[in-house]
């Protein structure tokens, strides 16, 4: 750790990381519902326990790209953080927001969309807490060294910001809604986080690889214009069956098709900076992360985002398990893994010690990320069956679920397999142990 | 290309492409909201009570189970049809009698089956979510879904 102002970041991985094992077991127990429907039915319905599922996902996300930038920002300045004090803030705000919103759904206070639920109390504490954040980060930037990974980092967090805005747009035309909701969900997952997320691989290349900081920008921005080029015309394969005029069946396809294409270019790109660098970083660990990340984000996002883009192809699979499965490994692929991978790579520095506990990390990423894999795997053919018998054949929903159980219990399956995985990367990014090497500063 | 495309270039066509892109799709947008309050959604009024079934839909968090034009949650039916699957386009008192009546004996308690909440709605509240399920059965979807079955 170069820059003392750097240590908030330590409270970001570790509140990311306890919202990471709330998330995973809200999904653990959701699964469970599938089997066993009566479980819980009164007291938390499904619809709670998903909400915790997929809002804890956001907030740990979001709260690791925060203490992803407090880590990267100062060095990539090559400066203190504007204020370690507002950062400090700013985190317990937001931690207590999330909890809060947590506790609140589990006694039904929640209100907007699947993924917006959150009251507009809680919702206005976001917008507060990212201000201070941008605040923060926007001062640190103007007042040091400007680099690319910094520029496009902000770039990335500024418009995922203003677009949160639009999660207070909440029309009473349920089709205006959607169009608007799609500005959120759609425009940060397929464009400003994923400039988030080059950003930060970009600059774990530069520090694991060594490979000149020349190069790496470049290939950053082409990452990220083939992102952007695909992805923003490419929200159109959210407009096709929501009353939205009917060229975006081909605007969509054909642009979110190309989405296949930014992936792949980052796959290539890790590779061959790796390969390139010819460098043994010590912490093994973080490079797994880091390509692993590369490689899930093409097949999660690319290959299964595709699966389904093409309107004819989509006209029969949307709303199904093949979107369920598509929405795991995305996720799971490109953010969960960046920031593992951040983590992974910084934690060593923030505590001042060699990297630790690799091995037990290292069985972390292989056990969870199999587990999201065959997870993946199971609910794309749960989806194809469903696909058949209820919108090619028109048997009525319940009665297709009810033959998609066999599916539904391979899921729980690979699901504790999730749980246990992420227990090992808790354990692994926590759990220090006290004979660790110290790093001499 | 390393040598021919300097990281400047580099920068200039991401700033240029996603200017010429964001500018494209905003305008696009624009256009669809506008086709879709005069069009795709105007074949009947967005009456107060429409828009009151749409605000109970979102404060009991229907979308965390159910979809609605097929986004949502995967764990119950399309609501988007519901409306046409209960007949309401030939008998809309029986359609609407027939979903007050599902509503109501929420949870089944079946043992083994997907139990839905009970929300405890009033008469009128449940005429207001049912007013704005059959506005949104309304909407000109590009005949999504393909079937009755959602």
Request: charged share 10%.
């Given at each position: 750790m170069k820059y003392q102002s750097q240590s908030v970041a330590l409270y970001y991985f570790y509140g990311a990381l306890v919202l990471f094992l709330v998330q995973v077991s809200a999904g653990l127990l959701a699964g469970t519902v599938y089997i066993l429907p009566n479980l819980l039915s009164e007291t938390v319905p499904f619809s709670i326990i998903k909400m915790v599922h997929t809002n804890a996902l956001i907030v740990w996300l979001l709260m690791g790209f925060m203490g992803s930038t407090f880590y990267l920002l100062p060095e990539e300045a090559e400066r203190e953080l504007y204020s370690a004090k507002l950062a400090l803030g700013q985190f317990w705000l937001f931690m207590i927001g999330a909890l809060a919103a947590v506790v609140g759904y589990l006694f039904g206070i929640h209100d907007g969309d699947k993924f917006l639920e959150q009251p507009v109390p809680i919702k206005l504490a976001i917008v507060v807490v990212c201000l201070m954040f941008l605040f923060n980060c926007t001062m640190t930037m103007i007042k040091g060294r400007r680099t690319a990974i910094a520029n496009i980092l902000m770039l990335g967090l500024w418009f995922a910001v203003l677009l949160f805005l639009f999660a207070f747009v909440t029309p009473s035309n349920i089709a205006i809604d959607k169009l608007y909701r799609w500005w959120v969900v759609h425009l940060w997952v397929e464009a400003t986080w994923e400039l988030i997320l080059a950003a930060i691989l970009a600059f774990l290349m530069i520090k694991m690889t060594g490979v000149d900081r020349e190069v790496i920008d470049k290939w950053l921005y082409i990452v990220i214009s083939l992102t952007l080029i695909s992805g923003l015309i490419g929200t159109g394969h959210h407009y096709?069956?929501?009353?939205?005029?009917?060229y975006w069946q081909w605007l969509g396809s054909i642009f979110s098709a190309l989405e296949i294409v930014p992936p792949f270019a980052l796959v290539i790109f890790c590779f061959s900076m790796v390969w390139r660098g010819r460098r043994d970083h010590p912490n093994q660990a973080a490079l797994l992360w880091a390509l692993g990340c590369s490689v899930l984000t093409f097949f999660g996002a690319g290959v299964w985002g595709f699966l389904h883009t093409l309107s004819p192809i989509n006209y029969y699979t949307h709303g199904t398990q093949i979107t369920v499965s598509h929405g795991h490994l995305a996720f799971y692929g490109a953010y969960v893994m960046v920031n593992i991978a951040m983590f992974t790579y910084a934690l060593p520095y923030l505590l001042g010690?060699?990297?630790?506990n690799q091995r037990i990390n290292m069985w972390g990423f292989w056990v969870t990320s199999s587990a999201v894999v065959f997870m993946t795997v199971t609910l794309t053919f749960a989806g194809v069956v469903q696909v058949q018998l209820q919108?090619?054949?028109?048997?009525?929903y319940m009665e297709v679920q009810d033959q998609l159980v066999l599916f539904y219990q391979m899921r729980l399956g690979a699901g504790i397999f999730v749980v246990l995985g992420t227990i090992l990367i808790l354990y692994s990014l926590m759990a220090v142990p006290k004979r660790a090497a110290v790093q001499p500063a | 290309m390393e040598e021919r495309l300097t990281r400047n270039a580099a920068r200039n066509i991401f700033y240029g492409s996603t200017a010429v892109c964001l500018t494209i799709f905003v305008a696009l947008v624009a256009q669809s909201h506008w086709y879709m309050v005069n069009s795709s959604t105007a074949k009947s009024p967005l009456t107060e009570s429409v828009a009151e079934g749409k605000r109970i839909w979102t404060e009991r968090a229907c979308a965390n189970c159910h979809t609605i034009l097929g986004e949502g949650s995967y764990f119950a039916p399309e609501l988007g049809n519901v409306w046409l699957r209960y007949g309401g386009d030939t008998d809309a008192q029986a359609a609407r009698d027939g979903l007050k009546g599902w509503f109501q004996a929420?949870?089944?308690?079946?043992?083994?089956r997907r139990q839905m909440p009970q929300f405890h709605l009033s008469d009128q509240e449940m005429d207001e979510v049912i007013d704005f399920l059959k506005w949104t059965s309304e909407i000109n979807t590009q005949s999504w879904p393909p079937n009755l079955a959602g």
């Open positions: 096709f069956w929501i009353g939205a005029p009917a010690r060699h990297p630790f919108r090619v054949m028109g048997q009525s | 929420q949870p089944s308690g079946v043992e083994g």
